[in-house]
């Protein structure tokens, strides 16, 4: 759909022999100068409304592009199924943690001489 009517070139013929005529040939250079500045300045402003919503669409659809790459994220086969296994190993990982700490502190009552497990040994003492 266009909204610029359609000028032929007997409509333009018209259009120059009436200003031609009610103008004068002396001026009209400076009307069609002026004419011409004035269908500039209308096609730039064109141009950047244009742009304005070019540039709104590419805003929406990077958002909607966003929202889905979330959604994906969320709602991952591969997430799930390590959230799941997170979940089952959690018992397991707490029996281990148990079982370590009674295995140092079974170490510490045999070796009372002996550093802890967390420090590093002190090299002796030097003449």
């Known amino acids: 759909m266009n909204l610029v009517p359609q000028f032929g070139f007997m409509e333009l013929m018209l259009i120059a022999v009436v200003a031609l005529i009610v103008v004068g ?12 500045q004035f269908v500039a300045k209308a096609r730039r402003m064109a141009g950047e ?23 994906l994220k969320k709602d991952n086969v591969f997430t799930k199924t390590k959230q799941e296994l997170d979940e089952s190993l959690a018992p397991l990982k707490d029996e281990l943690g148990k079982e370590t700490d009674a295995m ?6 045999t070796e009372p001489d002996a550093p802890p497990a967390d ?4 090299p002796p003492a030097g003449p």
Do not use: N, V, Y
Request: proline residues 7%.
């Open 49 to 71: 409304f244009t742009s304005a919503f070019d540039q709104m669409a590419r805003e929406t659809e990077m958002d909607e592009l966003r929202q889905e790459i979330e959604a």
């Open 25 to 36: 040939p002396k001026d009209l250079p400076k009307l069609m100068r002026s004419a011409g």
């Open 119 to 122: 420090e590093p040994a002190k």
């Open 104 to 109: 140092k502190e079974s170490i510490d009552k």
